[in-house]
């Protein structure tokens, strides 16, 4: 069963608003930071945007001002808002959770959903 699920991708025109949603379960959710990645075809995956249990954000650069995340923790969900979206912005956004147990790393991914924006 996986943990995280994403939400909310899909086709727009250039400076266009998507949001994008991931559902996780409890005990991951509440117990640290919350990311969004990316990753477009042929290119390595980056962080976009992380959000810590105490409500701290970090952007990547390149998303500095047109994207937000946020999380409502009563339903255990973290929000993607992208607007003024450029066609480089292109690629499947993942959502991830990196955990510990002790001295074991677990790394926690969404199945990923598909933005495309077109000019």
């Known amino acids: 069963q996986r943990q995280l699920v994403e939400s909310g991708g899909g086709l727009v025109q250039a400076g266009g608003s998507l949001r994008l949603s991931c559902v996780a379960s409890?005990?991951?959710?509440?117990?640290?930071?919350m990311d969004w990645y990316r990753q477009a075809t042929d290119k390595p995956r980056e962080l976009v945007a992380a959000?810590?249990?105490?409500?701290?954000?970090n952007y990547a650069d390149s998303v500095k001002g047109r994207f937000t995340i946020s999380r409502d923790n009563t339903k255990n969900t973290v929000y993607l808002q992208m607007n003024s979206l450029k066609p480089e912005d292109t690629a499947v956004y993942y959502c991830?959770?990196?955990?510990?147990?002790?001295?074991?790393?677990?790394?926690?991914w969404g199945q990923g959903t598909q933005v495309t924006v077109s000019s």
């Open positions: 959000i810590t249990s105490g409500g701290t954000t």
């Open positions: 991830h959770a990196e955990r510990w147990s002790g001295i074991i790393k677990y790394n926690y």
């Open positions: 409890g005990t991951i959710f509440s117990s640290g930071t």
